[in-house]
């Protein structure tokens, strides 16, 4: 995983945007800097990680 690490990140650093999809909003890597929360297959919330209220929707969402 360090390899694949190493490489999102060099590609970020280019300045190409990226998008991943997890269950694990802990395992994002720090480039990474907006999130947008599915619930149902619908948008339920959409910024930046490090806005608290995403982050406890992500967490109470998680939770269930």
């Known amino acids: ?15 190409t945007r990226l998008l991943m999809v997890t269950h694990h ?7 990474i800097t907006h999130a947008a929360v599915l619930e149902a ?3 339920s919330r959409l910024g930046k990680l490090a806005d608290a209220n995403l982050a406890a929707s992500v967490t109470k969402l998680l939770e269930r």
Not at 1 to 15: C, F, H, M, Q
Not at 25 to 31: F, G, Q, S
């Open 1 to 15: 995983t360090g390899d694949v690490l190493a490489e999102i990140y060099d590609v970020s650093r280019n300045g």
């Open 25 to 31: 909003i802990d395992d994002l890597p720090r480039c």
């Open 41 to 43: 297959g619908r948008l």
